[in-house]
């Protein structure tokens, strides 16, 4: 059953709220939002809401930087190209570091959840802590598995990878069907499950088609 409905309120215009990942040590939910480019951090227990590192550079897409899938760039009829700034997160299953990342550039940021947790840092404080982990290709969404592994999609190679924790970025699986793969989960059976979103073949990034 329903527990409390959190309606955000208190976030300024533009919000376009993305993935959400939920820190019980701290009693926090984190969220990407692309249209602040910035992090969102909720109080879980009061339902008020933080907007944190807006306009950071580790949240930003690269300028001029096109998903380039199966051949063609993501543009739409009026050659506007599918831009998105901080999207992807995954929270370590011990609650430690946030891994995030803007879909249109090509890196890996994290910081420790006890900066984003402690209100009395400014942005420019808690920018300080962020850390580029590496760079990694195009990815959308991410998870965090319990030994650290961090599964990220890969569009452009019809592919799921992960970054193990001693940094190096393996091939977990490729295939024709992995189409834009997005949000992932992790089941009680030991199996990654994610979505293929098809976004590049949408009929708004092919002249009306629907792919």
């Known amino acids: 059953s329903v527990k409390r409905i959190y309606d955000f309120k208190d976030l300024p215009p533009g919000s376009a709220l993305n993935d959400v990942n939920v820190d019980t040590r701290h009693g926090l939910a984190y969220l990407s939002d692309p249209g602040l480019?910035?992090?969102?951090?909720?109080?879980?227990?009061?339902g008020r809401s933080r907007v944190v590192m807006r306009g950071d550079s580790s949240m930003l897409a690269a300028p001029g930087f096109r998903l380039h899938l199966d051949g063609v760039d993501v543009v739409n009829e009026a050659g506007r190209p599918f831009v998105s700034d901080v999207n992807g997160i995954a929270l370590t299953t011990d609650d430690r570091y946030l891994y995030y990342r803007a879909i249109n550039q090509l890196y890996l940021y994290r910081i420790q959840t006890r900066y984003l947790a402690d209100t009395t840092l400014s942005d420019a404080e808690i920018s300080r802590h962020v850390e580029r982990v590496g760079k990694v290709g195009v990815s959308h969404g991410m998870i965090a598995d319990a030994r650290g592994n961090i599964y990220l999609s890969d569009s452009p190679d019809h592919a799921i990878r992960y970054r193990s924790p001693d940094g190096t970025l393996h091939t977990l699986v490729t295939d024709p069907r992995i189409i834009w793969p997005d949000s992932f989960g992790i089941g009680s059976d030991g199996?990654?499950?994610?979505?293929c979103s098809q976004i590049n073949r949408s009929a708004g990034f092919n002249h009306g088609v629907d792919k």
């Open 37 to 46: 480019k910035a992090l969102v951090v909720l109080n879980l227990a009061t």
């Open 191 to 195: 199996f990654v499950y994610f979505s």
